[in-house]
């Protein structure tokens, strides 16, 4: 064998492992993938970098300018919330709807984040049809993978694109998945509407994040917190006296939160750090009551007797209990509380974290965060608002204001239809009308170019500059052509049509357990080598291609959406191969007779 071969196929496995493990992160394998390369001859220096200026990153990051853009005119929270009203009070109905709403937005944005735009419309709509969060945060993650399989602004369809194009074949234009799209979109929500919404789990309370049916419990009771709740009295003498909150080493020396003074009949809530404890001060607070009543020094706090607790015990006209969600690009992940300065950044105390179905409720300020989690919070009720509008939390509190839509929010409507025109017009020039629309929603004031910045996934960008060297390497090396032959010589003499169910399996199964963009940079060349082999269009098998690395619906881990709402919906893994599987074979039978239909087979 070819020592660039060897090499080659070296980096793909071992990129695949490293994936399939989860110790690193997407992205430092990827940037890990160009380094290797480069280093070990397989590309030259000038090709292992040259991810960085392809137009696919170009497309991919004005894609994530332009969707912040609209999301902060107000856009698309109005047109979600309109879709959402229309789901009338049955589950059937608003299920469908949420399909509907979700397939609509990822039409325009990348699949993350048009959940998260709509996850708290949902989630409330939910509520008020008194149909708990697992019957309808599943049909939004897939609706958004749905919708994506309808239009080139995905990123496993842009990669696909782009290595055509590296390859010499003309690449896609914008509305070309539509024709096959669109149709699965419909099989999608006809099959969730029907059957797929029968699949869905409908556990009770205990055994899922209950916090979004509020209406029927309290938050206390979701995160068990009234158990770890109780009243202590400063007695006199106290070395408390006299002291700030900040002083009172209750957090230091015992893992206690103050959540709420007592003095004169009246009730602090969320006091500040700064507030100056008195004789005869009523402390509530949160953390282990009988570790506090051993390790207590003289003179010791009276500890009252026990009472429930309720979610308004710890409210006020100026104080509120709320919820919220790390968002997928939250800088907040992999960091504590404490390292995050949390209470300092956003004026409000962390007393819970929701993950994977349970509470978090001792030990919070060493907890690093993860993608999912939620926190259970309290603070001062005008800071809904200002948190409504960070980009790392996703604000789930049913008293969250709507932001007005601003009076630039017809003009950024207007640049995004217009984009999205000249792209259709002019697909050669894809990249650069992207980023000219990406940069008018800047100078029109939109968003700021520091809120331009924040509002690209790097991670998504430095993954595909990093893939698509590897999918350069794949197809030089001969690691295409030694693949491609495996699989035309398995499945090649049943024809073309069993060459695009191979390779469309193929690919989806890998997207089950390895990132969208790094199977669409590995496949995408193989595709093209058997198009060349078999004589089979080399455009239908790429778009066989795109349209398989979307296809993730059995595993929580085939895509960051699932990810997103398993722990909101209480969902196990199991949950997704029970709902997905149906799906993923009805999608596959359509896709195999629709797509020779609109891309003919013939090379």
């Not at 509520?127 to 049909?139: E, I």
């Not at 919708?147 to 010499?168: K, Y």
């Not at 690449?171 to 070309?176: A, H, K, Q």
């Not at 602090?268 to 005869?280: D, F, K, M, N, Y």
């Amino acid at each position: 064998m070819d020592v660039q071969l060897v090499a080659t196929l070296g980096v793909v496995v071992g990129a695949m492992a490293l994936l399939l493990s989860d110790r690193l992160r997407p992205d430092v394998i990827a940037l890990a993938v160009v380094v290797i390369l480069g280093a070990t001859g397989v590309l030259s220096p000038r090709e292992a970098l040259s991810g960085f200026s392809s137009p696919a990153v170009i497309t991919i990051l004005s894609i994530f300018i332009l969707a912040e853009g609209l999301n902060r005119a107000g856009v698309t929270q109005k047109v979600g919330g309109l879709l959402l009203r229309l789901g009338g009070r049955s589950e059937t109905r608003l299920v469908i709807t949420v399909m509907i709403s979700g397939a609509f937005l990822s039409l325009f944005m990348n699949n993350v984040a048009a959940a998260a735009v709509l996850l708290p419309a949902v989630t409330g709509a939910a509520r008020r049809v008194g149909v708990r969060a697992s019957r309808v945060l599943m049909p939004l993650a897939f609706a958004t993978m749905l919708g994506g399989m309808a239009t080139l602004l995905t990123t496993m369809n842009i990669v696909v694109s782009t290595v055509l194009q590296d390859h010499g074949y003309a690449g896609f234009g914008l509305t070309d998945f539509a024709l096959v799209g669109l149709p699965v979109v419909a099989a999608g929500v006809v099959y969730m509407g029907v059957w797929g919404r029968r699949r869905l789990p409908d556990r009770a309370p205990d055994d899922e994040l209950a916090f979004f049916e509020r209406r029927d419990k309290d938050l206390l009771d979701v995160y068990r917190l009234g158990e770890r709740l109780f009243r202590v009295k400063v007695p006199r003498g106290s070395f408390l006296i006299g002291r700030q909150i900040a002083q009172s080493t209750f957090r230091e020396e015992f893992g206690l939160t103050v959540v709420a003074v007592e003095r004169g009949g009246k009730i602090l809530t969320s006091p500040l750090p700064h507030t100056v404890l008195q004789e005869g001060d009523v402390l509530l607070l949160e953390g282990d009551r009988e570790d506090f009543r051993q390790r207590d020094r003289e003179p010791y706090l009276t500890i009252l007797p026990e009472r429930p607790w309720k979610e308004h015990d710890l409210e006020s006209r100026s104080t509120v209990v709320a919820e919220a969600m790390l968002s997928p690009r939250s800088s907040l992940i992999g960091q504590t509380l404490r390292e995050t300065r949390f209470r300092d950044r956003y004026g409000m105390t962390v007393l819970a974290v929701w993950r994977a179905g349970e509470p978090i409720r001792e030990g919070l300020p060493d907890v690093k965060l993860e993608f999912g989690d939620a926190l259970l919070m309290q603070g001062p009720r005008d800071r809904l608002r200002l948190l409504d509008m960070e980009p790392d939390i996703i604000l789930l509190s049913a008293e969250k204001e709507a932001a007005p839509v601003p009076r630039k929010g017809k003009l950024a409507l207007a640049i995004m239809a217009g984009t999205l025109a000249l792209a259709v017009a002019a697909p050669l020039w894809l990249g650069q009308i992207m980023l000219g629309g990406a940069l008018l929603m800047v100078m029109i004031g939109m968003l700021s170019m520091d809120q331009a910045y924040r509002a690209v996934d790097w991670r998504s960008v430095f993954l595909v500059a990093g893939m698509l060297p590897l999918s350069l390497a794949i197809a030089q090396s001969g690691a295409a052509e030694l693949l491609a032959d495996g699989i035309v010589a398995t499945v090649g003499r049943a024809g073309p049509t069993a060459l695009v169910a191979g390779l469309f399996g193929v690919t989806a199964l890998l997207t089950q357990a390895l990132t969208g963009p790094a199977v669409a940079a590995v496949m995408a060349p193989i595709a093209i080598q058997i198009g060349q082999f078999a004589e089979v269009s080399v455009q239908a098998l790429g778009m066989t291609v795109a349209l398989a690395t979307s296809l993730a619906f059995l595993s929580p881990v085939g895509h960051a959406v699932n990810v997103l709402v398993m722990g909101a919906g209480g969902y196990r893994f199991r949950d997704y191969a029970r709902v997905g599987w149906p799906l993923s074979l009805i999608l596959f039978g359509l896709i195999i007779i629709l797509l020779p239909m609109v891309w003919p087979l013939a090379g």
